[in-house]
T-cell receptor
Framework: GAGVSQSPSNKVTEKGKDVELRCDPISGHTALYWYRQSLGQGLEFLIYFQGNSAPDKSGLPSDRFSAERTGGSVSTLTIQRTQQEDSAVYLC??????????????FGSGTRLTVV | TQLLEQSPQFLSIQEGENLTVYCNSSSVFSSLQWYRQEPGEGPVLLVTVVTGGEVKKLKRLTFQFGDARKDSSLHITAAQTGDTGLYLCAFFSSNTGKLIFGQGTTLQVKP
């Protein structure tokens, strides 16, 4: 597609429920990233996929968070047993990473998650 | 430890004023990127600076990379209400393959 697409754009869930957030990256982009952003704050790295390599999960805040990327394209971020502190905007980005140079991220519009 | 320190954190100015936003670090970077994020949207890449001392201009925005490649600045001339948003600097870590962001500067331009 022309850009990075995320769905849903907004999600309200009850504490303790599981949620799945979806990201469709730009076709041909080899790298896919998930970030979390609290209101008015910078971006907190969560997880990174690059080609067929094992994902870098070093930013996941707890074992309730997991992500997968199927077929090198679509990615799903899953949060189990949601807590109120999980409320934030979850941003996905994809990039062309070649020859050790990153050509700049393209971000989706994010999913605003509210846990009540 | 925050590798990139942005200042100020918040800036509110009148339309037509000039402003400068800073991004500082004790580390040396091969490149730095600047992004702008409008409410309800993801960040959008504005520029990448690569060479120490480099200056890039994007209409009323001027970006500078420090000679030692440890810092960068963004200067906006004659700010407009459309410049309102969150400005983020970031560096790409080739070791980890990740883009690391500063905490951002929230700019509000009032009419």
């Amino acid at each position: 597609g022309a850009g990075v697409s995320q769905s849903p754009s907004n999600k309200v869930t009850e504490k303790g429920k599981d949620v799945e957030l979806r990201c469709d990256p730009i076709s041909g982009h080899t790298a896919l990233y998930w970030y979390r952003q609290s209101l008015g704050q910078g971006l907190e790295f969560l997880i990174y996929f690059q080609g067929n390599s094992a994902p870098d999960k070093s930013g996941l805040p707890s074992d309730r968070f997991s992500a997968e990327r199927t077929g090198g394209s679509v990615s799903t971020l899953t949060i189990q047993r949601t807590q109120q502190e999980d409320s934030a905007v979850y941003l996905c980005a994809s990039s062309l990473f070649r020859g050790g140079f990153n050509y700049g991220y393209t971000f989706g519009s994010g999913t605003r998650l509210t846990v009540v | 430890t925050q590798l990139l320190e942005q200042s100020p954190q918040f800036l509110s100015i009148q339309e037509g004023e000039n402003l400068t936003v800073y991004c500082n670090s004790s580390s040396v970077f091969s490149s730095l990127q600047w992004y702008r994020q409008e409410p309800g949207e993801g960040p959008v890449l504005l520029v990448t600076v690569v060479t120490g001392g480099e200056v890039k201009k994007l209409k009323r925005l001027t970006f500078q990379f420090g000679d030692a490649r440890k810092d960068s600045s963004l200067h906006i001339t004659a700010a407009q209400t459309g410049d309102t948003g969150l400005y983020l600097c970031a560096f790409f870590s080739s070791n980890t393959g990740k883009l690391i962001f500063g905490q951002g500067t929230t700019l509000q331009v009032k009419p």
